[in-house]
């Protein structure tokens, strides 16, 4: 039978090497990872699974991987999960990702040599493998925000196709008849749920009621300015009356952007956002949004880890929990 060090002779590299493939792969170039990988599968190498389960340590303590701590959405989130580890006297070691898959996959491997009790999670890539081989080796853990009831995990998620619902429903009970959704459903599965959810109601709609898809390249308050000063440019009769768009921070630069234009908000254009963080209410216009339980997500995903870490034996089967939104009415809309 094949030994690790078998493989290594043959991949030309080292033990540890080898060791790293298979436990942190993030830390290993593409190309070596690929040498490895054809080694093993020449020799038919089978690693020693025993040795390869998750073996957290005695301190108790939590990793939150965070996909942006930029966005003040996910920030809340994290916040709200350190009050429960607060209380429960649970340690934290938070990472931010930065909406970088390469990074994630670093700061994942960093919590699992912590040797943290679990992973709290808010994904760059829900589909990443890396966190099927966590999943394998019995690591703990809960996602937040990203992970829909599809899949075998556990998950804390907001209802965002009702979310989606509310703004079109608040803008079309308003009078639009010229909608347009502003960012990248095929980029995030939750972007796609609001659009879904909009689009809903603007079919069942009476009256002649559009719904334009105007997709964004980011999340950002830069892309919210760029797309502004493009529906900006349009001529009157060609612009949308209203605006939903994905998240607060397209919506907070869009206004900016349409204010800049000399557009007046609400009265030329019409703009709900979603999330409803701290800057939604501080804006030259204060933004019409769909809140977000954000602070709840974080406390509910903490809850749900004690439940896992406390709980003996195997890991229990998946539990989704899904929060629901609300309506805020400011002035933008």
Not at 112 to 129: L, T
Not at 142 to 165: K, L, T
Not at 202 to 207: A, T
Not at 235 to 259: I, S, W
Request: proline share 5%; net charge negative.
């Amino acid at each position: 039978m094949a030994t690790i060090r078998d493989v290594a002779r043959l991949a030309g590299v080292s033990y540890g090497t080898v060791s790293n493939v298979l436990n942190r792969p993030s830390y290993v170039r593409a190309e070596t990872r690929e040498r490895v990988m054809q080694a093993i599968a020449e020799l038919d190498f089978v690693p020693d699974q025993r040795s390869r389960q998750f073996r957290p340590g005695r301190t108790r303590t939590i990793g939150i991987a965070a996909a942006e701590l930029g966005n003040p959405f996910f920030l809340d989130v994290a916040l709200g999960a350190e009050e429960v580890c607060r209380e429960n006297d649970l340690g934290v070691v938070l990472c931010n990702s930065a909406y970088d898959p390469v990074r994630e996959s670093h700061n994942l491997d960093l919590l699992v040599q912590q040797r943290v009790q679990g992973i709290i999670i808010s994904p760059v890539d829900e589909n990443s493998s890396r966190l099927e081989m966590l999943k394998d080796r019995g690591v703990p853990m809960v996602f937040v925000d990203r992970v829909g009831d599809d899949r075998d995990v556990w998950s804390v998620v907001v209802d965002d196709r009702e979310g989606g619902r509310l703004a079109a429903r608040h803008l079309v009970d308003r009078g639009h008849g010229r909608i347009a959704f502003l960012g990248h459903p095929h980029r995030s599965p939750k972007v796609e749920l609001r659009y879904q959810g909009a689009r809903e109601v603007v079919d069942r709609s009476d009256g002649d009621i559009t719904l334009e898809l105007v997709r964004s390249a980011s999340w950002t308050v830069e892309e919210g300015r760029r797309l502004g000063a493009l529906l900006a440019a349009r001529p009157e009769d060609k612009r949308p009356t209203a605006v939903f768009c994905a998240n607060d921070m397209l919506a907070l630069g869009l206004v900016q952007e349409l204010l800049r234009a000399g557009l007046r908000v609400p009265d030329d254009i019409a703009v709900v956002g979603y999330d409803d963080i701290e800057w939604a209410r501080l804006g030259a216009v204060p933004l019409t949004t769909i809140s977000q339980p954000r602070t709840l997500l974080g406390r509910t995903a903490v809850e749900m880890m004690i439940r896992l870490i406390d709980r003996p034996g195997p890991l229990p089967q998946a539990n989704h929990i899904v929060l629901k939104p609300d309506l805020v009415v400011r002035e933008s809309a």
